[in-house]
Nanobody, 121 residues
Framework: QVQLVESGGGLVQAGGSLRLSCAAS?????MGWFRQAPGKEREFVATISRSATSTYYADSVKGRFTISRDNAKNAVNLQMNSLKPEDTAIYYC?????????????????WGLGTQVTVSS
């Protein structure tokens, strides 16, 4: 069983930046970030393969967010730039048992408890 703990959320003004981190309790394969705003469904944000050779982003964050990982530290990060009020949500880190990333939330095996990101206008 892998435990995931997110950190780095907070309140930021539109146009600002935040860096989310996710620490895993053990070795991890493909990782992903998802988010959920109040009253909305969980939404894919970004995913990265185990080797970090493959990344994939939602259209809504492409060019603004960057996912990266440090396998030596069992960690994955999400650098978020040019934040918009519509980015406001709880951000969740997720891990797969497979090496290939996925944009489908139901293909992830482990989840963190989430970290709140609020972007003010």
């Amino acid at each position: 069983q892998v435990q995931l703990v997110e950190s780095g959320g907070g309140l930021v003004q539109a146009g600002g930046s935040l860096r989310l981190s996710c620490a895993a309790s053990g070795s991890i394969n493909a990782m992903g970030w998802f988010r959920q705003a109040p009253g909305k469904e969980r939404e894919f944000v970004a995913t990265i393969s185990r080797s970090a050779t493959s990344t994939y982003y939602a259209d809504s964050v492409k060019g603004r967010f960057t996912i990266s990982r440090d396998n030596a530290k069992n960690a994955v990060n999400l650098q978020m730039n040019s934040l918009k009020p519509e980015d406001t949500a709880i951000y969740y880190c997720a891990a797969r048992k497979l090496a290939r990333g996925s944009f489908r939330w139901d293909e992830y095996d482990y989840w963190g408890l989430g970290t709140q990101v609020t972007v003010s206008s």
